[in-house]
């Protein structure tokens, strides 16, 4: 059977060749590029306002770490978002908290965002760098907020524990984690783990108004990292009445003509005697342009001419299935991109290719011809193609391997207010200014967000089942997805959301779905959040 996987972007927050050598002080990412601009969520009172570096050689990367933080207070209401360097006095009264984001050393603090800071009136959320600044504009700072910020610790730390749950911690992370010249009266909220002998130090610590990460967590990203901890500790800034509960996702993905119609069937009926409702990633029209599977013949397939695949998608959605449009043909034009060219092989809004010395797959930028009314075009093609097979239109989307430019994002929007995948930003979408096809973020959320274009995003974050590994992307099987979603209870309002391939072996889908049960998860509708 055909297929290749459909998880083939590196891990969140991975670290490529091009920016390697900034990475010793900073956690560069390596995610697609988008194109375009977009405007920051309005902030009201109430809600939350995000601040960020900018200075320096990598002052960029401040306005991609916002635009992650952003998405998850997102989760909480509007937010706004912009240099620490326009903060203006009194600005941190219109707020229910703030989280500032320390990624340039030394960063100029204006005096006055320190002075409100240490008001004490409102919730602040302090990450990395610059703390102290904050420390040395008042002299009693270790007496009242009872930790006085000390250097770096730059040797081997793999772990982080949080709620008595071991977070890992990328172990090549050179950047290091601040220490303490003393912690008295201060919360210690979580710790670090040497990998030499076992000691602890504080990672997070809470005293008064001022909740500080000793470093940033939104660098070198996985399913079971200590940037979970920073998700929940968003809650006690923003929102700390927040009741605990757990929800789970589930999602059938690259459901398209050349579906096995007795899979999609029995998939669908374990689910709803289950009662698990799903959302079902359709893709509306099944091209391999060149034959790569059919003997050199070309193929063209929309949902129409397959009807037996249509009927079990309509049963699928009488079993508590919700459709979520997966592109037009998830592949593009007759070119590999990166595989065959083929649907659900290939990407679709952007151009890739494997580099043959690495085996990775290296993201080229958007297609040719990109363009809004391009993207809007494939959107519309791909919802006549669905409404002619007699199916409902779908009220989500998702980017075939998540890749897409900021224009086709655009026309997206003008169709749906959801998306359900995992999101990718650009250097300049938050600010306003030109775009930086270099310069990218990719966000993984536990739980729902609102990202800079004003997409609702859900989670999606433990990825999917892969027997074997791909593109130095390793296995990830049944165990693995389990023990994400145990160390994403740490997330009091988090979710437990995943994907399978309509080919999966049924078992693997029982398995997940009785293993995520067990921890205590609630299966909930895509439609339903």
């Not at 050199?296 to 449009?325: F, H, Y």
């Not at 399978?500 to 909930?524: I, M």
Request: with cysteine; proline share 6%; net charge negative.
């Amino acid at each position: 059977m055909h297929r290749v996987t459909n998880a083939f972007p590196a891990r969140h927050g991975d670290v490529s060749a091009a920016f390697a050598a900034a990475r010793a002080r900073f956690g560069v990412v390596s995610s697609p590029p988008a194109q375009g601009a977009a405007q920051p969520q309005a902030g009201t009172a109430g809600g939350a306002l995000v601040l960020y570096d900018t200075t320096g050689p990598w002052g960029w990367l401040g306005e991609l770490y916002a635009m992650n933080v952003g998405s998850l207070a997102g989760h909480f209401g509007a937010w706004t978002a912009h240099p620490v360097a326009t903060y203006a006095a009194g600005e941190l009264s219109s707020y229910a908290g703030v989280i500032y984001v320390g990624s340039t050393f030394d960063e100029p603090i204006p005096t006055a965002f320190l002075d409100d800071v240490l008001q004490g009136t409102k919730p602040v959320m302090w990450i990395d760098d610059n703390i102290w600044q904050l420390a040395a504009r008042s002299p009693s700072f270790a007496t009242t907020y009872g930790f006085d910020p000390w250097y770096y610790d730059t040797t081997d730390v793999a772990e982080v524990d949080y709620k008595a749950t071991t977070l890992t911690r990328y172990l090549p992370d050179a950047a290091g984690i601040m220490t303490y010249s003393s912690v008295t009266t201060a919360a210690v909220l979580a710790t670090a783990v040497h990998v030499a002998d076992g000691s602890t130090f504080p990672w997070a610590v809470r005293g008064g108004n001022v909740t500080y990460l000793g470093e940033n967590p939104m660098s070198y990203v996985t399913a079971n990292d200590r940037y979970l901890a920073f998700c929940d500790l968003l809650f006690d800034t923003l929102a700390p009445a927040t009741a605990t509960q757990h929800r789970a996702l589930i999602r059938i993905e690259d459901v398209g003509s050349d579906a096995d119609p007795q899979m999609l069937t029995a998939m669908g009926k374990y689910l709803g005697s289950q009662k698990v409702p799903f959302g079902i990633a359709l893709i509306p029209h099944y091209l391999d342009p060149t034959g790569y599977y059919n003997g050199g013949v070309a193929q063209d397939i929309p949902l129409a001419q397959a009807p037996l695949v249509a009927s079990a998608v309509k049963r699928m959605l009488t079993e508590g299935g919700v459709l979520v449009m997966h592109g037009y043909t998830h592949q593009y034009a007759a070119v590999a991109n990166p595989y065959t060219g083929v649907t659900a092989d290939d990407a679709e809004f952007y151009l890739a290719h494997v580099d043959a010395t690495t085996n990775s797959v290296i993201w080229d930028g958007p297609v040719s011809g990109d363009s809004q009314a391009w993207a809007d075009g494939r959107i519309n093609a791909g919802l006549q193609d669905i409404k002619t097979a007699g199916l409902p239109a779908p009220a989500m989307f998702e980017y075939p391997h998540y890749f897409g430019s900021a224009v086709d994002s655009r026309a997206v929007l003008a169709h749906f207010a959801t998306t359900y995948h995992r999101g990718l930003y650009a250097d300049g979408l938050l600010s306003g200014g030109p775009i930086d096809e270099t310069h990218v973020i990719g966000v993984m959320l536990p739980y729902v967000g609102r990202d800079v274009f004003g997409f609702k995003v859900l989670p999606e974050n433990l990825g999917d089942y892969e027997p074997l590994p791909y593109n130095n992307n390793p296995a990830r099987l049944v165990p693995d997805m389990l023990q994400s979603a145990q160390v994403n209870l740490v997330v009091r309002d988090g979710f437990a959301s995943f994907f399978v391939h309509w080919y999966d072996d049924l078992s693997v889908v029982q398995q997940l779905v009785a293993g995520v049960k067990a921890q205590g998860y609630t299966f909930v509708s895509p439609s339903a959040l």
